[in-house]
């Protein structure tokens, strides 16, 4: 690696980790109005978006441990926010399903998370499209640790 794309890639890695902190804290501070986490908050996201999800897998999905996803769909439980359930043809299997106050909360946030994209409005299309795949290029190449 030369000495000029070492520093281009130093200057990425510092803009890329600056704007994840703002998005991050964005996130966080929406979400937290709502009594949630952002962890919590990708939860109920994966389970609006896809429906009832194994909760075994639900921690792959979303990049958490098994400990932390059993703690995490415990809180969402006692919130009223999602519900467990057996799978009929395989009792070892259980699933998350999201309830109906679930759904009715995110139902409520997500137009309000569409409004924040909204910021996005000064880019253009394609320079859209490059941040995406450059994220997802980016995602790639550090995973896994």
Known sequence: ?????????????????????AVSEHVKHDIQRYGL??????VLDLLYHKGAQPIQQIGDKILLTSGSMTYVIDKLEEKGYIVRQRCEKDRRITYAVITEEGRTLMDHIFPQHAQKCRK?????PQMKRNGDSLAQKIGLSLAPF
Do not use: W
């Not at 986490?37 to 990708?42: A, I, L, M, R, V």
């Not at 996005?120 to 253009?124: D, G, H, K, P, V």
């Open 1 to 21: 690696m030369s000495q000029n794309d070492e520093t281009l890639s130093l200057k990425l890695f510092i803009v890329l980790s600056r704007a994840h902190k």
């Open 37 to 42: 986490n952002p962890t919590e908050f990708g």
């Open 120 to 124: 996005f409005s000064n880019l253009y």
